[in-house]
């Protein structure tokens, strides 16, 4: 497979955050790059949900990936090789979040200037990432179906920053004790504001209403 | 439902917690109380496990539960409910791990001299839990199977201080690429010893196996 460049991730100095991803925001809009921050617990779905999402829009948009993981640089070479889309990976090192400073880390290892949108996946994680605002445009969040659809109520912090809820795997509804609406019911209790979006990155399911929406929040 | 005791956990002070879970490693030792620390992803089964676990020793064991959570009591309820088991709700507020004085804490409002097993279910995540020692006797984790085979690649850390992995939804394998032996490769790769044992929470598949094997352990 191909070789990706792995970024290893330092710890972030800055004692204040908030300020730091209000600026982070700041540049990136002056810039015209969209920081898409995609979020979810292990296994859930976002690198595949990535290719599909990527070679729906890759024609329309200037789109660079940033994978973030403790270990391994599986998903930023699974990304490259099926889509194309530059791709690298951050190595966190243990650390179970970024915050701004730890994203701008990877920004400076993309080239900017010539793109439009840059998606950070961040480490698999329900809770620590919902914390530390990374200074993205846009919150996104996928939760899968086997997970249950009671996530909600457990994770309340990640439900309420994030802007739109994917709900990834939806083939297998039938083998597992989901209910849709009452998962829909939660996330609104949360942030009732959130856009929810089903899809089946395995079948393709609802990938195209995925890409619609995200190309419409583009400057 | 029935009403359970929730207890509002607060952060620990002690700096040295690898000296303090020692500590309280020796404590439970000396009461003749083994400490159970189950970890996992958010919605691999902890709780529905449990529930067919405790089903099948809690006449053979005097058990309690402990649920921490970020929020809600779902977790502690059902679990009394379905197996009439102790079971106390841990709020963490927030916090993404429990150490050994917040799990200290939690033991403060169980009966220790009346059990012989108290079991943690664990805030679930893969990251943060695994760097925190609660001084449990012995710390286990499920992993599901639509999280997917590559766990143990990209949660290091988590596989290699777990002397037990619980593979749950064994039940659909079929609808998932999952593939066991190439699992059980990767988690031995992290930790050569750990005991691996597969099973459905859903239809019972495995729980008298794990149920045995949690039984051999017990002083």
Redesign the interface.
């Known amino acids: 497979m191909d070789e990706v460049k792995v970024i290893e991730i330092k710890k972030s100095v800055f004692a204040e955050n908030e300020k730091d991803a209000d600026m982070l925001r700041s540049e990136l809009k002056a810039k015209g790059v969209f920081l898409l921050n995609l979020m979810s ?4 779905g976002k690198t595949s949900t990535l290719i599909q999402l990527i070679n729906r829009i890759k024609d329309k948009v200037r789109v660079a990936v940033m994978e973030a ?4 640089d ?1 998903d930023a070479r699974k990304i490259k090789e099926k889509t194309g889309a530059p791709s690298i990976q951050l190595h966190t090192g ?1 650390m ?1 979040h970024l915050d701004a400073e730890m994203t701008r880390q990877g920004l400076d290892n993309v080239p900017l200037d010539d793109l439009d949108l840059v998606i950070l996946e961040n ?6 990432p919902a ?1 530390f605002d990374t200074g993205a445009t846009c919150n996104a969040m996928i939760l ?1 179906v ?3 659809d ?2 909600p ?5 990640m439900f309420t920053v994030c802007d739109l809820v994917i709900i990834n ?1 939806m ?2 509804v039938p ?2 004790d989901f209910d849709i609406e009452r998962c829909k019911k939660y996330i609104h209790l949360r942030n009732p504001e959130t856009q929810i979006i089903p899809i089946s990155a395995k079948t393709g399911h609802g990938i195209d209403h995925l890409a619609e929406w995200l190309l419409k929040q583009l400057p």
Chains 1, 2 share one sequence.
Not at 123 to 128: A, E, I, P
């Open positions: 617990a292990p296994g859930s993981d403790i270990d391994s599986v243990g179970c480490v698999g994680n329900l809770v620590c914390e899968s086997p997970e249950g009671d996530k109520l457990k994770y309340p912090l795997k083939d297998v083998y597992f």
